[in-house]
């Protein structure tokens, strides 16, 4: 259910970069949130799926949960970013 959770904020904080960043006319505003919108999601997705489990079972989800939202999220932001209105030209 974290890693649910996870990808729906995330996905919900990088169509609301993507539209502000166009409505403002401002691209640098989402290329500087995006990095620390995930790892504020991710960090926080994470520490809800381990909380109830051993050093080494957390250590062995961090080795395989990080690098699977790092890319999830990396392909939701092309696939929101350039499905929002007005984006295709400036990405």
Known sequence: MAI????IAQTAITMA??????KVQQRCIGEVFLLP???????IGSCCLVRECRPLEKL???????PMMLIG??????????SLPGAQGDL
Request: charged share 0%; no cysteine; net charge neutral.
């Open 4 to 7: 649910v959770m996870t990808f």
């Open 17 to 22: 970069l993507g539209l502000i960043a166009i």
């Open 37 to 43: 919108s995930f790892l504020i999601t991710s960090g």
């Open 60 to 66: 062995l989800i961090a080795v395989g949960y990080f």
């Open 73 to 82: 999220y990396w392909f939701t932001a092309l696939v929101i970013l350039q």
